[in-house]
């Protein structure tokens, strides 16, 4: 797979030629590579690159005959370029989901912080009174009583969850306890069999 510094990209970037060799030969390219005249044939540039002459391919634009075969095409170069096309596209991909988690981060940050006015909260709660439940009214009340100034959304919201939770498990204990009393009942009353 080709990486940005895969030896090929640095020559590509250093010398403007893309080229290709054995995985030893590209190993060996120094970590500073040397200039290079524009005078210099490319059997001195390889020297003065990898200090000895190494086979080194170089990928050109050609204008191959018409005959040529297009499985002797695709190994003018096609299976390295798309390999860095791919590697460019994970890196995008990888960039992109990157930027969505920070995103999501930073939008759960802004969430847990957000507040709300206790004024804006007490009025809202005095507009509904009339068609909340005493025991919601009441709830409203402790937790106002709570703060002074700023009401955290985040803990609202849990608080009012588990209020909820707690209402609607005792709703299905009621239930079920209703249940089992009729049941007790039409087991008593002889004209209901």
């Known amino acids: 797979m080709a990486y940005w510094n895969d030896p090929r990209v640095r020559v590509l970037k250093k010398y403007g030629i893309l080229i290709d060799a054995e995985p ?13 005249d524009g005078d210099m044939t490319f059997n001195q540039w390889k020297l003065s690159v990898f200090g000895e002459p190494v086979d080194v391919g170089i990928f050109s634009l050609e204008w191959p005959y018409g005959n040529t075969r297009m499985k002797t095409l695709s190994g003018w ?19 992109k989901q990157e930027e969505l988690e920070a995103l999501q981060l930073e939008l759960a940050e802004a ?11 007490e009025a809202e709660v005095d507009e509904l009174e ?4 005493p ?8 937790e106002l009583e709570k703060v ?22 005792g709703f299905a204990q009621s239930q ?15 004209e209901r069999k």
């Not at 170069?77 to 890196?91: F, I, P, S």
């Not at 009339?130 to 439940?133: A, K, P």
């Not at 079920?176 to 002889?190: C, H, N, T």
């Open 111 to 121: 969430a847990g912080e957000a507040h709300i006015p206790k004024e804006l909260l």
């Open 176 to 190: 079920q306890r209703v249940e089992q009393l009729q049941s007790r009942l039409d087991a008593l009353d002889p």
């Open 135 to 142: 025991s919601v009214r009441e709830f409203f009340a402790r």
């Open 24 to 36: 030893e030969v590209l190993e060996s390219l120094p970590g500073k590579l040397p200039p290079a």
């Open 77 to 95: 170069g096609g299976e390295y370029v798309k390999q860095v096309l791919r590697h460019q596209a994970k890196v995008a991909r990888q960039r």
């Open 148 to 169: 002074d100034d700023d009401v955290s959304m985040e803990q609202l919201l849990q608080k009012m969850l588990r209020f909820m939770n707690t209402a609607a498990a």
């Open 130 to 133: 009339d068609t909340l439940q």
